[in-house]
């Protein structure tokens, strides 16, 4: 069965620094999206992103979050000096086609701790 | 404002017993319905979903929702729980309408099985 994968796993950085997480969406969806969940808390939308432009980001995706498609397959969120407050679990989505209803299957996640 | 409320955060149950999660949501248009699941370190894991249609969905793992429109909530059940399915279960809504489509995810409960 098809799958979403994320690397890496696990990402430790330093307070400042840039970090960009990958994710590899089933192969045909259309859809893309970026979520956190914060230890403890709920899973909280970042971007939506179709037809390579961003659909919809959260009042949390500020300046210093970014989103690409820099190819066929991957589909990356870099975060561009990173906040202690950033340290989270991200994960990756995408959407069936739409005939299917826009169901989100999510990677495994990538957990980014910042010191 | 879209929103989901799940009132336990914490439920235990004997491994065998029957299993009830309760979730209310908030939504302006026709809702599509989510259960996800979490196993620790793990992503989410779909479980089940609701579009349209009868209103008792079935899932994997032998999981059940009804979705109540007038109640306003998708209550997950399973008739006799085993201890593999200790884990966090979200409830999630997210919009008909076509496009990418954020999902809103409730605080997330934990279930607990006692052996």
């Known amino acids: 069965e098809p799958e979403v994968t994320q690397t890496p796993s696990h990402q430790v950085t330093q307070m400042g620094q840039e970090v960009i997480l990958r994710c590899v969406p089933i192969?045909?969806?259309?859809?893309f999206y970026w979520y956190r969940q914060i230890l403890g808390q709920k899973v909280e939308f970042l971007v939506s992103?179709?037809?390579?432009?961003?659909?919809?980001k959260s009042e949390i995706f500020d300046d210093q979050f970014s989103v690409e498609r820099p190819d066929g397959s991957n589909f990356t969120l870099k975060i561009r000096s990173t906040k202690l407050e950033d340290s989270a679990m991200y994960f990756c989505?995408?959407?069936?086609?739409?005939?299917?209803?826009?169901?989100?299957?999510f990677g495994p996640g990538t957990r980014l701790t910042v010191l | 404002a879209q929103s989901v409320t799940q009132p336990d955060i914490h439920i235990t149950v004997s491994e065998g017993a029957s299993l009830e999660l309760r979730c209310n949501y908030s939504?302006?248009?026709?809702?599509?319905l989510f259960w996800y699941v979490q196993s620790p370190g793990q992503g989410l894991q779909l479980l089940l979903k609701y579009f349209s249609g009868d209103t008792l969905v079935q899932g994997i793992k032998g999981f059940e929702a009804e979705f109540k429109r007038s109640q306003s909530s998708f209550n997950l059940r399973k008739p006799s729980v085993h201890w593999s399915d200790a884990a966090e279960y979200f409830c999630a809504v997210g919009g008909a309408l076509q496009g990418a489509q954020k999902l809103v995810f409730g605080q997330g409960t934990r279930l607990t099985i006692n052996p």
């Open positions: 939504y302006g248009a026709t809702p599509y």
């Open positions: 192969s045909n969806h259309l859809y």
């Open positions: 992103f179709y037809n390579n432009e961003i659909s919809e």
């Open positions: 989505a995408s959407s069936d086609i739409p005939q299917a209803g826009y169901t989100q299957y």
